[in-house]
């Protein structure tokens, strides 16, 4: 009997220990849960507001584009205007330029001519001259 109840006391201690260890791993689950618990609802969180961010910056992109194209379209005439006038003034200035090259070959040409009649008058004065010494 002895025997019995030694047997019986060293279960009970086993039991009791068995207890205790599952109290302590039941006490474990259940801050590993809540732990879990806290993790999810961060994560949800923290999901939740990248959607918003998210939500907002498209909005943003999509406000910079609006105002981009606005802004775009707003220089367009100023734009072209600019190119009507920057065109003029090389037509102007080409103009110009043929008109001093044309000045200028008119002159040459007026000093070639002038030469000309230069040298037609020289020789006939050299000629009357010549005419003058044989007379």
Do not use: H, W
Not at 15 to 29: P, R
Not at 58 to 72: A, C, H, P, W
Not at 78 to 92: D, P, T, W, Y
């Amino acid at each position: 009997m002895e025997a019995l109840q030694s047997k019986i006391g060293k279960l009970e201690a086993c039991v009791s220990t068995l207890t205790t260890d599952a109290e302590k791993s039941s006490a474990k689950i259940q801050e590993l849960e809540t732990a879990r618990d806290a993790l999810d609802k961060a994560l949800k969180e923290s999901t939740q507001s990248l959607s918003v961010k998210a939500k907002e910056l498209s909005e943003m992109q999509t406000q910079y584009n609006t105002e981009k194209k606005r802004l775009e379209d707003e220089l367009y005439p100023f734009r072209k205007e600019k190119e009507a006038k920057l065109k003029e003034e090389e037509i102007k200035r080409q103009k110009e330029e043929e008109e001093i090259k044309r000045n200028e070959e008119e002159e040459i040409k007026g000093k070639e001519e002038e030469g000309i009649r230069r040298n037609e008058e020289n020789e006939i004065k050299r000629n009357e001259e010549e005419e003058k010494v044989r007379s």
